[in-house]
T-cell receptor, first 110, second 116 residues
């Protein structure tokens, strides 16, 4: 079957760094997405990885290892507004449909 | 960046009525749009894939006669929840793909449906 695993909840301190991991087992791989979702809102796009390595975009970075079926989202200089759920999604065999993880709820404390 | 507009953002209706949700890609043509629903504290669940000019492809377990999808143009897809019941209460989200080599998915703002 197809499966995406990520931690249910994480807690971090304002100003710190946090890494959210995502592991996947899918039939085929055509890219991995990270989305941020605040409560009651639709997800917003954060990053897209299709090749191995680290993609840096401001305070957020995303890493992919296809051989390990593993990705992480790294958030630096955490701000209170970063409190949200972070969804990992993989594009498997289909070019359009995504397989979604359940999301990681990130709680930022002062 | 690309924008997907979804309306209404919230709707409350009586059991047995039908509700239409619109999803528009404002600054790009979306040959493919997706409809998701999300229950509290759960992951997004794909309901159907909507292709312009053809019938939607529904995921297993989703009733096509209950959730009517119309993708009439390259910028508009609608989801109609027919004869809504309280168990249909959920957060419905549409998304559209830009296509091309750097394809991305962009999401509408979502519609919270509450059926009384």
């Amino acid at each position: 079957g197809q499966n995406i695993d990520q931690p249910t909840e994480m807690t971090a301190t304002e100003g710190a760094i946090v890494q959210i991991n995502c592991t996947y087992q899918t039939s085929g791989f055509n890219g991995l997405f990270w989305y941020q979702q605040h409560a009651g809102e639709a997800p917003t796009f954060l990053s897209y990885n299709v090749l191995d390595g680290l993609e840096e975009k401001g305070r957020f970075s995303s890493f992919l290892s296809r051989s390990k079926g593993y990705s992480y989202l790294l958030l630096k200089e955490l701000q209170m507004k970063d409190s949200a759920s972070y969804l990992c999604a993989v594009r498997g065999d289909s070019n359009y449909q995504l397989i979604w993880g359940a999301g990681t709820k990130l709680i930022i404390k002062p | 960046g690309a924008v997907v507009s979804q309306h209404p953002s919230r709707v409350i209706c009586k059991s047995g009525t039908s509700v239409k949700i619109e999803c528009r890609s404002l600054d790009f043509q979306a040959t493919t749009m997706f409809w998701y629903r999300q229950f509290p504290k759960q992951s997004l669940m794909l309901m159907a894939t909507s292709n312009e000019g053809s019938k939607a492809t529904y995921e297993q377990g989703v009733e096509k006669d209950k959730f009517l999808i119309n993708h009439a143009s390259l910028t508009l897809s609608t989801l109609t929840v027919t004869s809504a019941h309280p168990e249909d209460s959920s957060f419905y989200i549409c998304s559209a793909t830009t296509g091309g080599p750097n394809e991305k998915l962009f999401f509408g703002s979502g519609t919270q449906l509450s059926v009384l």
